[in-house]
Structures are given as structure tokens and as C-alpha cells.
């Protein structure tokens, strides 16, 4: 199989199993070290119904860390995926939501979860049978 160049990089696929090789600087890489982490896709489902102050994201993601929450936002924020509003009152009150770019996100993301759910049973299926 041939590579695939973009003006960022290349993904190679070489071999009968088309096995991936992404370099440092590959868009495709970058793209999944954006938002291959389960924390940043549970924060975007979050968000895409709307705007959520932090502890209404902490009650929503369950299972992950004040620290981590923030280091998240800010990585969303800093990626232009999502504005933080402060509003000046005491005690401080602070919202997240999504951006145009972090709803377009969203909406490519949007046939992947699809998947998911029509083949969950069948991974989960799998997994058992590995086990045994």
C-alpha cells in the first residue's frame, strides 16, 4: 500500500497488513493524540449538549480527577475546541462550551460512536471469549 502525504506529514502503510507507521509530525497522529483519550471524548459528549459549568463536567465524567478535568480543559481551550466564560461574581462562576471547531468535533466523531454502539455486544462478546 502506498503512503499517504499530507502537507503535515506522512502515515505509511507498508505490507500486506497495511500496518501504520505515523511519524512524528503526521496530521493523522496529531489528530489522535488530540482526542484519543476516553477523558476528552466523554468531556466533548458532555459539552455538545450544551453549555456546563466544572462541577456539572466532574458529576458528567465520572471517574476522572479534578486535576485531570482541568489539564483537559485547558488542553480543549488552548485547541480552540472550547471557550471558558468567567463571570465576575463571588463566589466565581465559570462555564465551558463548545466552540463552532469543537462542534464540528463532535459531529465527525458522531459515526464512530454509532459504531460503537452496533458493535459493542460483539467486542464485548470477543473479549470473553479471549479470556477463557
Known amino acids: 500500500m502506498d503512503s499517504v502525504i499530507s502537507p503535515r506529514g506522512v502515515a505509511k ?7 501504520m507507521q505515523l511519524e ?5 497522529r496529531r489528530v489522535f493524540d488530540l482526542i484519543a483519550d476516553k477523558w476528552m471524548l466523554s468531556i466533548l459528549c458532555v459539552l455538545s449538549e450544551g453549555t456546563a459549568r466544572y462541577s456539572a ?9 479534578p486535576k485531570v478535568l482541568t489539564q483537559h480543559l485547558r488542553s480543549l481551550e488552548s485547541n480552540g475546541l472550547l471557550t471558558r466564560t468567567v463571570y465576575p461574581v463571588v463566589p466565581p462562576h465559570v462555564e465551558y462550551e463548545l466552540t ?15 459504531w460503537g454502539e452496533s458493535h459493542l455486544d460483539e467486542v464485548e462478546q470477543a473479549q470473553s471469549a479471549h479470556q477463557q
Not at 57 to 65: E, N, Y
Request: charged letters at 10%.
Open 13 to 19: 502503510a507498508t505490507g500486506s497488513a497495511a500496518t
Open 24 to 28: 512524528q509530525g503526521c496530521t493523522t
Open 57 to 65: 463536567l466532574q458529576r458528567a465524567v465520572v471517574g476522572i480527577t
Open 100 to 114: 463552532d471547531l469543537g462542534r464540528s468535533l463532535r459531529q465527525a466523531l458522531q459515526p464512530l460512536l454509532v
